[in-house]
């Protein structure tokens, strides 16, 4: 999803998301929810803020790993990716553009000068309901290809 505001992108991409999960889908059932729900997101050229467009994603229970139901929704897509290798730093609470930019400001803080991920693309998985106040979630840094 695309909104004018982070918030509202990850807000309507988990809305469409959880209708696929509940019963839009080819075999009409509730799919269960998997942990954790993980939103793509992309820093602007200038680095202060982040893009609208945001991917978010979930791990289908492994019942139906080998046959994903096909969405309903054309705008949800299944897609297999290949293994990731990522740096995470836990944090706690809401997760707005504001909270989201400065996790990444802190992460990179500690990790000071590095080639060994990539720059611009990060992950937010969330492993608890949106609200929960204090809700776990992770800042991913993916890193570089070996």
């Known amino acids: 999803m695309g909104e004018p505001m982070y918030e509202q992108s990850i807000s309507l991409s988990f809305m469409k998301l959880m209708r696929y999960i ?3 889908n080819s075999v009409g059932c509730h799919l269960g929810m998997t942990v954790p729900v993980l939103n793509e997101i992309h820093l602007t050229k200038e680095g202060t803020e982040l893009e609208r467009e945001v991917l978010t994603a979930y791990y289908l229970p492994g019942a139906y790993q080998q046959n994903p139901p096909v969405p309903v929704d054309p705008e949800i897509h299944i897609t297999e990716r290949a293994p990731l290798r990522v740096i ?5 609470g809401m997760t707005t553009e504001e909270t989201i930019l400065r996790e990444i400001s802190l992460f990179w803080e500690l990790l000071g000068s590095t080639e060994a991920v990539l ?4 992950i937010v998985a969330s492993y608890e309901n949106p609200s929960v ?4 979630n992770e800042i991913w840094f ?5």
């Not at 106040?133 to 776990?136: A, N």
């Open 22 to 24: 509940c019963k839009e």
């Open 88 to 92: 995470t730093r836990v944090f706690y």
């Open 119 to 122: 720059r611009g693309t990060y």
């Open 133 to 136: 106040p204090q809700r776990r």
């Open 142 to 146: 993916i890193c570089q290809p070996e």
